[in-house]
Nanobody
Framework: QLQLVESGGGLVQVGGSLRLACAASDFGLENYAIGWFRQAPGKEREGVSCINSSGGRTNYADSVKGRFTISRDSAKNTVYLQMNSLKPEDTAVYYC??????????????????WGQGTQVTVSS
């Protein structure tokens, strides 16, 4: 099966920045829609951002619009989530997910085929 690996999480102060990466092990990410989700302790997993297979369409949750940016680097077979102006409520485990040949993107979890195991983001206050 496709392997997705998240990286780039860590501890950051309020107002700081992190860049998360989602790398595919055995398939070109240009053929996948990629979604970023997060799950805080005691809460359900929620959609954060997504990008379709062509890279021409992106979506963001209202809570992160203007602060987060999703992008694709085809040469590195990696999708990034740049997170700026971080807030304590951004603290969560962040997951990337993929859907093969996804022309659209969505925050519906069951739309995706593969999931990574997550990377921890902690924003101190």
């Amino acid at each position: 099966q496709l392997q997705l690996v998240e990286s780039g999480g860590g501890l950051v102060q309020v107002g700081g920045s992190l860049r998360l990466a989602c790398a595919a092990s055995d398939f070109g990410l240009e053929n996948y829609a990629i979604g970023w989700f997060r799950q805080a302790p005691g809460k359900e997993r929620e959609g954060v951002s997504c990008i379709n297979s062509s890279g021409g369409r992106t979506n963001y949750a209202d809570s992160v619009k203007g602060r987060f940016t999703i992008s694709r680097d085809s040469a590195k077979n990696t999708v990034y989530l740049q997170m700026n102006s971080l807030k304590p409520e951004d603290t969560a485990v962040y997951y990337c997910a993929s859907r093969v040949f996804g022309r659209l993107c969505a925050f519906r979890e069951d739309w995706y085929d593969y999931w990574g195991q997550g990377t921890q983001v902690t924003v101190s206050s």
